[in-house]
């Protein structure tokens, strides 16, 4: 049953523009501590998927119960992406992880997930950072993140990175947008248009 409804904004950055700011330099610094590994992703380990478990018994949404299922459902085989994995380490336990599909000219986040123990490191945003450093260096040009909500800010973590440098993508036109604050708006439904698109579904 339809309570209400929240429109989902694509959101995509362009990787060369984005300068560095100072929240993104004092977050550098408090995690400066920390070590961090790259890699293809040829298989998941023990302690990605114990990473998984407390992530997601900790937060207040939904999500799949394994992150094999999260990364590949049931056709792990048919990927035609080549996915890489960036790993955060305290000493030698470790404490966040992406996972990122890389093209010849952008690459795609697929799942990020930290221990909570850490929250106040703010990891989600430390792995964006790490990794946009990662794709300037092989100098690719987007880097898409995943979206963000109208009327929810749960993923605007993700506009840490320089909300002049994002676009998102308006299906009405089919096209890239600059990104501008309206699209955060919540937005009225009458209870008709949600029993409508209730029945679509």
């Known amino acids: 049953k339809f309570t209400g409804l929240r429109r989902v904004w694509w959101m995509r950055f362009a990787v060369q523009y984005i300068?560095?700011?100072?929240?993104?330099?004092?977050?550098?610094?408090?995690?400066?501590?920390?070590?961090?590994?790259?890699?293809?992703?040829?298989?998941?380990?023990?302690?990605?998927?114990?990473?998984?478990?407390?992530?997601?018994?900790?937060?207040?949404?939904?999500?799949?119960?394994?992150?094999?299922?999260?990364?590949?459902?049931?056709?792990?085989?048919s990927s035609i992406f080549q996915s890489w994995v960036l790993r955060i380490y305290d000493g030698e336990k470790l404490i966040a992880l992406g996972i990122f599909d890389k093209g010849d000219k952008a690459a795609s986040s697929q799942i990020h997930c930290y221990d909570p123990a850490y929250a106040r490191h703010s990891l989600g945003k430390y792995l964006m950072l790490l990794t946009i450093d990662h794709l300037k260096r092989e100098e690719y040009m987007w880097y898409y993140p995943g979206y963000v909500f109208a009327g929810n800010a749960k993923m605007n973590y993700k506009l840490f990175l320089g909300k002049e440098y994002g676009e998102y993508y308006d299906p009405e036109l089919d096209q890239w947008q600059l990104f501008h604050d309206n699209i955060l708006e919540a937005e009225n439904y009458s209870e008709e248009a949600i029993k409508e698109i209730g029945k679509a579904l």
């Open 19 to 77: 300068q560095e700011k100072p929240a993104h330099r004092k977050l550098r610094k408090r995690n400066g501590f920390f070590t961090h590994q790259f890699s293809t992703l040829d298989q998941l380990t023990n302690e990605d998927d114990y990473l998984f478990r407390i992530y997601r018994n900790h937060i207040d949404f939904d999500t799949y119960d394994t992150l094999e299922d999260a990364l590949w459902g049931s056709k792990k085989e």
